[in-house]
């Protein structure tokens, strides 16, 4: 009769985040709520954050009913102290911080080869309102958790495949403040490092979420969309949900201060 023997790489260990407290920005809709369902459905503590409150309430209760230990948190990226009073939130409950997602960011509209987002109609007011959210936004949250959150944490930023590549069929300000953001991955991985913290980005590519639905001409610009991904569709939400597991359990013990593009192939298309 052989004894037991628990396996440390099993999928249940590996990929364990039971008890971890967590927080997600942009949590309301799109691939914030699918990061905030999956940490939360496989038994994380998580605060939602998201400045839109009727939609993050009615993410929480969601969550809340399938018997998920989840919280709501009216959160403004762009302001620093909105950031860090629901941050001081999730940090004192349960046990502390050790995972966060800095997701949240909005649109830039559409890129050149629409004809409207070419370089002399850029809008400067909605330039620094993309640039005040995706990136600065994205460094408040950042900050606020590294400087809360438990030796060994982790951190993962939303980037984009726009921010990695020359994009036309998104807007200047998108494909800047993604390309930003990745690199401040990299420096806060570095620093953050020798207390165990791992920071990493996904870089999605063309998903279903509410910035590609609410795209003025959305219909043409979806059409685009497609064309530019191999697989030759647009992927759900909930189809991000393994890589974020991945990011944020011990799965990912040994990776800091990488990004991970997940586009269905745009990235190697050619047509």
Request: one cysteine or more; a negative charge.
């Amino acid at each position: 009769m052989t004894g037991t023997h628990e396996n440390p790489s099993a999928p249940e260990r590996l990929f364990d985040v039971r008890g971890r407290g967590a927080l997600v920005t942009g949590a309301a809709s799109g691939l914030g709520q699918a990061f905030a369902r999956v940490l939360a459905r496989n038994g994380a503590r998580v605060t939602l954050a998201d400045v839109a409150a009727e939609s993050l309430a009615a993410a929480v209760d969601e969550l809340a009913d399938e018997g998920c230990e989840v919280r709501g948190a009216v959160v403004d990226i762009r302001d620093r102290a909105s950031v860090e009073r629901a941050l001081d939130a999730a940090s004192s409950w349960g046990d502390g911080l050790d995972i966060v997602f800095a997701n949240a960011g909005i649109s830039a509209g559409r890129g050149h080869h629409f004809g409207d987002g070419v370089l002399a109609r850029i809008d400067d007011e909605r330039w620094a309102q993309v640039l005040e959210t995706n990136l600065t936004g994205t460094m408040h949250t950042v900050r606020g958790a590294a400087a809360r959150m438990n030796d060994g944490g982790r951190i993962v930023v939303t980037s984009s495949v726009a921010g990695h590549r020359a994009d036309p069929l998104v807007g200047y300000a998108y494909s800047a403040t993604k390309a930003a953001v990745s690199h401040l991955v990299r420096n806060a991985a570095a620093e953050l490092a020798p207390r165990g913290i791992r920071v990493n980005a996904i870089a999605p590519g063309s998903f279903l979420t509410g910035i590609g639905r609410g795209n003025a001409g959305n219909g043409e610009m979806l059409e685009a969309l497609t064309r530019a991904t191999a697989l030759d569709r647009l992927a759900e939400p909930e189809e991000i949900e393994g890589l974020a597991l991945l990011l944020a359990s011990p799965a990912s013990s040994h990776i800091t201060g990488a990004v991970f593009v997940i586009d269905g192939g745009v990235m190697i298309h050619t047509t």
